[in-house]
Nanobody
Framework: QVYLSDSGGGSVQAGGSLRLSCIISEYTGSDNVMGWFRQTPGKEREGVACIGGVTPYYVDSVKGRFTISRNYAANTVYLQMNGLKSEDTAMYYC???????????????????WGQGTQVTVSS
């Protein structure tokens, strides 16, 4: 298990941008996958994007607007969020897990380490 520290959330107007960062405590190896999830009160945690494997993967609602990337030298994963909408408002969490397929997964049960969360609020 690794320790994750996520940050970069804030309050923006619709159409604006934010970049979330997740610092990983140690090198995790080539079988590691990283994901970003979000959750609003009363709803289940939703997978937003993941990286590790053949290609990054995104939930349909953020395709074309969000980009996940990883800097291995800095042990950091990013989520660039452009064209933000009010429905993107949520607590965002980064997560780490072990890749068990060619493509990373957006199922939360496949991740065993989680950041503390960073709040994103988008006003219309």
């Amino acid at each position: 298990q690794v320790y994750l520290s996520d940050s970069g959330g804030g309050s923006v107007q619709a159409g604006g941008s934010l970049r979330l960062s997740c610092i990983i405590s140690e090198y995790t190896g080539s079988d590691n996958v990283m994901g970003w999830f979000r959750q609003t009160p009363g709803k289940e945690r939703e997978g937003v994007a993941c990286i590790g494997g053949v290609t990054p993967y995104y939930v349909d609602s953020v395709k074309g607007r969000f980009t996940i990337s990883r800097n291995y030298a800095a042990n950091t994963v990013y989520l660039q969020m452009n064209g933000l909408k009010s429905e993107d408002t949520a607590m965002y969490y980064c997560a780490a897990g072990i890749r068990d397929n060619l493509r990373c997964s957006l199922y939360s049960y496949k991740y065993n380490s989680w950041g503390q969360g960073t709040q994103v609020t988008v006003s219309s």
